[in-house]
């Protein structure tokens, strides 16, 4: 069935545009939501200037300052679901448009505006009975046509039905949709929002545990080096220890050389003496004295392997080797974590008192 062009639909079922129109109603101002339209948190909306008021009746400090707009931070609860909506530095004017449903508002307004029944709005005429009006709809085609189509035309065996009918369940199908719609795009909206709020959270939480991964390693190299303070101040008292002995071994004997010296010295003086009774005079005193020098018992020299420091090698493989297996541990809260890090510094800082080493019995290696 053909029909003329320059076909105008008839629009506004009184119904349809009445369902519409309750999805565009302001719950602050109850009237439709006047541009700019913004987008809550809880994904409801409100007209800009109703949330400033709402702001302000929230906030009636903001309103003391005799401003009648809001520039920075502050909250309030949603009127529809009380919803806590917080606000950054640049206030209402900080949330986000809706402008989808800015544009079914404009789209809502111009329809509106058409009358119904104006004489721009002919009836179309068939083309094949050029008298008749279409007035009825073929369900079988799915398409308008007239009365005689249906009687004497292509459409006799055809299922029909009266035009404002189907023209009414059509525009209310459509009116359905398009609030499916809106409903669809506010859900996929909420769930953009959810996953830039999962965003922001994966960076918080992120940042937040390299800052820990940071200060645990820092703490650890700073037990290392408060074992390496350790373990060289045991190895310097042991070295000095060691020093002091064969030091105060090398006094001695340097002392006795010394004696024995010069008692050789005197002795070879006495010998070379000419007169016999002036020899016998000292020489049984010298006698006496190198007998003695001769027999003067030494300390004992340091024993073989005393200078030797091997005792103080400290072995690391196997804690450089545990250190590599260090890795991240699935399923650990940060704040279980922050406690035995907090018990095991109180733990270190009482334990080298006790174990600290005194000499190389502390401190020898594995």
Not at 68 to 78: E, H, I, N, P, W
Not at 133 to 147: A, D, G, Q
Not at 241 to 255: F, P, S
Request: charged share 25%; with cysteine; net charge negative.
């Amino acid at each position: 069935m053909n029909f003329t062009v320059g076909f105008k639909p008839l629009l506004g079922d009184a119904h349809s545009m009445d369902n519409l129109e309750k999805q565009l109603i302001c719950p602050i101002c109850l009237e439709m939501f006047s541009k700019p339209v913004v987008i809550l948190p809880c994904q409801h909306n409100l007209c800009r200037k109703c949330a400033n008021d709402v702001f302000q009746a929230s906030n009636p400090l903001w309103q003391s300052r005799g401003s009648t707009t809001v520039s920075s931070g502050g909250r309030f609860r949603c009127p529809s679901c009380r919803h806590e909506v917080v606000l950054d530095r640049h206030g209402v004017y900080g949330l986000q448009r809706n402008l989808l449903v800015e544009n079914i508002i404009d789209i809502y307004k111009q329809e509106s505006s058409r009358p119904l029944h104006s004489k721009a709005e002919q009836h179309l005429m068939c083309e094949e009975h050029e008298e008749e009006k279409i007035n009825i709809y073929c369900l079988s085609c799915e398409v308008p046509t007239c009365s005689l189509c249906k009687v004497f035309g292509a459409h006799k065996d055809c299922e029909v039905a009266p035009l404002p009918t189907i023209y009414k369940r059509q525009k209310s199908e459509l009116s359905d949709g398009i609030a499916m719609l809106v409903a669809g795009n506010d859900r996929v909206q909420a769930v953009i929002t959810q996953m830039e709020e999962v965003c922001q959270t994966i960076e918080d939480n992120s940042r937040r545990q390299k800052q820990l991964l940071t200060q645990r390693f820092e703490a650890l190299c700073a037990v290392l080096e408060e074992r390496k303070a350790e373990l060289l101040q045991a190895l310097a008292r042991e070295q000095e220890q060691k020093l002091q002995r064969v030091r105060g071994l090398i006094r001695q004997y340097g002392d006795h050389l010394e004696a024995s010296s010069k008692l050789v010295e005197s002795a070879i003086q006495s010998m070379e003496e000419p007169q016999m009774a002036l020899y016998l005079q000292q020489a049984k005193e010298l006698i006496n004295k190198v007998g003695t020098m001769s027999k003067v018992e030494l300390a004992g020299r340091p024993e073989p392997g005393y200078e030797s420091m091997d005792q103080f090698t400290v072995s690391v493989e196997h804690v450089a080797e545990m250190l590599r297996t260090i890795d991240f541990q699935a399923g650990a809260s940060g704040e279980e974590e922050d406690e035995e890090v907090a018990l095991e510094g109180e733990e270190g800082s009482a334990g080298p008192e006790e174990e600290r080493p005194d000499g190389p019995e502390g401190t020898g290696g594995h």
